[in-house]
């Protein structure tokens, strides 16, 4: 699997339900991010959690973070037709060509109405 | 005011042309970014860049070349272009390095007929 690899890859929900997303990683990071992507538009950076935090929160998001499972999930509560979009996480990571910055293959969400 | 700004949005072009695409950031970063975002859409970096050093992802073709006129601006060169590289380009900057928010730009959506 990938260095920041989204599950699932696709999820349909109705308006008000919760939207959790998972995201697994390979090598040891400084931090790991979540980003949104509406369709045909640029990422927008939702949230940054950091390898010493277990958890945070932003609005009606939440983020946890297992560096023993390499592992974080994305937690949106009472979601919005709005919410509809495309979420990546990204991990800073040592490969081949140095620190990089490595994207998932992202979990498009689709809110119902 | 647009953070980091791209142009053109779309481009369409023929098979063995050379083209470029800009990016802008008036946000005072110091690193800069590329990245191809594919069909599938996986995002994969190709060039981060500050006044110090240029870091390519060794898996780009040397048909890509970035070209940076001043901190600001982030150009990516592209040379006799193939039908392969058909894909959204998003630049991006950070404040410093990896490990920082990124700020995308719209994106420039690239046709190769």
């Known amino acids: 699997s990938q260095q920041g690899e989204e599950d699932p890859q696709a999820l349909s929900i109705q308006e008000g339900e919760n939207a959790t997303m998972n995201c697994s990683y390979k090598?040891?990071?400084?931090?790991l991010q979540w980003y949104r992507q509406n369709s045909g538009r640029g990422l927008v950076h939702l949230i940054l959690?950091?390898?010493?935090?277990r958890e945070k929160h932003s609005g009606r998001l939440r983020v946890t973070l297992d560096t023993s499972k390499k592992s974080s999930s994305l937690l949106i509560t009472a979601s919005r037709a709005a919410d509809t979009a495309s979420y990546f996480c990204?991990?800073?990571?040592?490969?081949?060509?140095?620190?990089?910055?490595?994207f998932g293959p992202g979990t498009r969400l689709s809110v119902l109405p | 005011d647009t953070a980091v700004s791209q142009t053109p949005k779309y481009l369409v072009t023929q098979m063995g042309n050379d083209k470029s695409i800009k990016c802008e950031q008036n946000?005072?970063?110091?690193?800069m970014y590329w990245y191809k975002q594919d069909s599938k859409k996986f995002l994969k970096i190709m060039f981060s860049?500050?006044?110090?050093?240029?870091?390519i992802n060794e898996t780009v073709p040397n048909r890509f070349s970035p070209k940076s006129p001043d901190k600001a601006h982030l150009n990516l060169h592209i040379n006799s272009l193939e039908l392969g590289d058909s894909a959204v380009y998003f630049c991006?900057?950070?404040?410093?390095?990896?490990?920082?928010?990124?700020?995308f730009g719209p994106g420039t959506r690239l046709t190769v007929l």
């Open positions: 990204a991990t800073d990571a040592y490969s081949n060509y140095g620190q990089n910055f490595v």
């Open positions: 860049y500050n006044n110090k050093e240029l870091i």
């Open positions: 946000l005072g970063h110091d690193t």
């Open positions: 959690i950091r390898s010493n935090e």
């Open positions: 991006a900057s950070t404040v410093a390095g990896y490990t920082d928010t990124q700020y």
């Open positions: 090598t040891s990071i400084n931090n």
